[in-house]
């Protein structure tokens, strides 16, 4: 190796053969994928196809059996030490939230900034109310998580993690759990930051967001990549019968 | 609880009128009277003192025996469930005469009385501490852990700022039958000579031989004792409620 590649090229997140078993069950099955810098990348599948296992392997959540992935430089590998290391560089969103009930709004966003990336109170406050300007909400901050409706309590969940200044954000199913009314604010308030650059990996179903924000739409099923292309071929021209198959469910129902 | 508390004062007003009752030994209008009864509630600060030094302790030892209960390697989790079974399994005045004569033939240290009995109610206490840690951090959803580890927190801050204060909050009626059992079974230390409410009370009646009289008041000091913490933890978790909503 005697050429040195130039560090825009390089993959962001490198993930080679990687495998994660929950006991006897295989959720993921030797997964190799590449996200570029800037990218925006979707992830589809049916239920208990091992796309949050995915996502979660990335920020050190759950600990893969075989393989490695690469976080930024950082590598992942089975029984490695790497989760800490990662997890300040990746901001993740979970499908149900998961905001600190006993803290309010600005507290939940400032716990991570003034504890584990040593910012001053003042520091991470300025901070946190300019994300919460960013996803409109800047008058809830001295509210707690439990007075908010569910859109804006998964917008304040997209400030928190924006706050730790991350170059990675990842979302798992981020609108799955929110009342049909409140989808668009949330998908609104993260198209505007995939145009900020943001590297992004989606786990959702919303196929109007992927057509309008991806880079590429990844198929899993069974633990497996069966499908990955651009969006206009993934949703036109997409080569396997089961990617067809869970398309064309999700267009009739 | 305010009514029962009446109800007794009128029963007491009431019996004082039958004869058999003597409460001369503890009427403040009379000197004697006034100094048995002062007598009998200078038990009172070391009945708290004992109670409240007993209680911290072993919410603190009870915290440090759930948190390896909880953990992903069998063997703290055996130490912790040992620890749980061997102390729960001696009876507390067991306990209290094996600390207070057998602990400094072991150790050579002397210990004062209210050392022995802050030692071991607060060991027999971290038993069932213990247990209701463990069950108020387990109650907390995994999302809570998975949110404070991704915004970068490590596990110690995970505990502190994100899982114990929902837990405490959770497990604070718990915690005040706890202290409510603490207050009365700090009267067993009472057997090897600590000066609490229970202490005064026996050695009152040994110098009035009015058991009846003096015995009452005793129940009385309990009764008031523990409606105040009862209602002092109900106020607690009110405001905490409150806080959030
Ligand atoms: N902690 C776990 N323990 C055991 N099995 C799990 C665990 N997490 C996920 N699984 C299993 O792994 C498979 C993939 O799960 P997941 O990644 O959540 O799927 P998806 O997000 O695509 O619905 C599922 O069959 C699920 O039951
Ligand atoms: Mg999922």
């Known amino acids: 190796m005697s050429a040195e590649m130039p560090e825009d090229s390089a993959p962001l997140i490198e993930f080679d053969a990687v495998s994660k078993d929950f006991g006897k069950f295989r959720a993921l099955n030797g997964i190799d994928l590449e996200v570029g810098r800037g990218e925006r990348l979707v992830i589809c599948g049916p239920s208990g196809s091992g796309k949050s296992t995915l996502i979660r392997c990335i920020n050190g959540l759950e600990q893969i059996d075989s393989g490695r992935i690469v976080v930024d430089g950082v590598a992942l590998e089975p029984g490695g030490r790497g989760a800490r290391q990662v997890r300040g560089k990746v901001g993740m969103v979970f499908q149900q939230f998961n905001l600190f009930p006993h803290l309010t709004v600005l507290e939940n966003l400032t716990l991570g900034p003034v504890r584990a990336r040593g910012l001053s109170r003042a520091d991470a406050e300025a901070t946190a109310r300019r994300y919460l300007a960013r996803v409109r909400i800047p008058e809830q901050a001295e509210k707690y998580p439990r007075q908010l409706s569910g859109g804006q309590q998964q917008r304040v969940a997209i400030a928190r993690s924006l706050c730790m200044e991350p170059g990675i954000m990842l979302f798992d199913e981020p609108t799955s759990a929110l009342d049909p009314e409140m989808i668009n604010e949330v998908l609104d308030v993260m198209t505007e930051l995939a145009e900020t650059g943001m590297t992004m990996i989606v786990v959702t179903h ?36 089961r990617c067809r198959d869970f398309l064309q469910k999700l267009l009739h129902h | ?70 953990s992903p390697f069998p063997w703290l989790r055996r130490a912790s469930r040992v620890y749980v079974e061997l102390v729960r399994s001696v009876p507390l005045l067991v306990l209290i005469l094996w600390v207070y004569y057998g602990l400094p033939q072991l150790t050579g240290l002397t210990l004062s009385v209210f050392w ?33 580890y991704s915004v970068s927190l490590g596990y110690r801050d995970t505990m502190r700022y994100v899982i114990l204060p929902q837990a405490l909050r959770r497990i604070l009626p718990a915690l005040g039958n706890q202290l409510i059992y603490m207050l009365k079974m700090s009267s ?36 008031v004792l523990i409606l105040i913490v009862s209602s002092g933890v109900r106020w607690l978790e009110r405001r905490l409620q409150a806080d959030e909503s």
């Open chain 2, 188 to 223: 067993l230390v009472s057997v090897i000579g600590m000066q609490e409410l229970t202490r005064k009370a026996n050695e009152l009646v040994v110098v009035e031989y009015r058991p009846l009289e003096i015995y009452t008041i005793l129940v009385l000091e309990y009764l």
């Open chain 2, 1 to 70: 609880m305010i009514r029962i508390a009446l109800f007794l004062g009128l029963l007491l007003a009431l019996s004082g009128c039958s004869g058999n009752w003597g409460w001369y030994v503890v009427d403040p209008r009379t000197t004697s009277g006034w100094n048995n009864l002062r007598f009998l509630l200078s038990g009172l600060e070391y009945t708290v003192y004992l109670s409240a030094v007993a209680i911290t302790i072993s919410m603190t030892v009870g915290l440090l025996v759930a948190l390896p209960a909880l």
């Open chain 2, 116 to 148: 022995a009995g802050v030692i071991a109610l607060a060991l027999s206490d971290s038993a069932f501490q213990a247990e209701i840690f463990r069950g108020g951090i387990q109650s907390i959803a995994r999302g809570q852990y998975e949110a404070a």
């Open chain 1, 206 to 241: 919303e196929m109007g967001f992927a057509r309008r924000v991806a880079d590429r739409v990844v198929f899993m099923d069974a633990g497996e990549i069966v499908e990955m292309a651009p969006p206009d071929r993934f949703f036109t021209a997409p080569e396997s019968q």
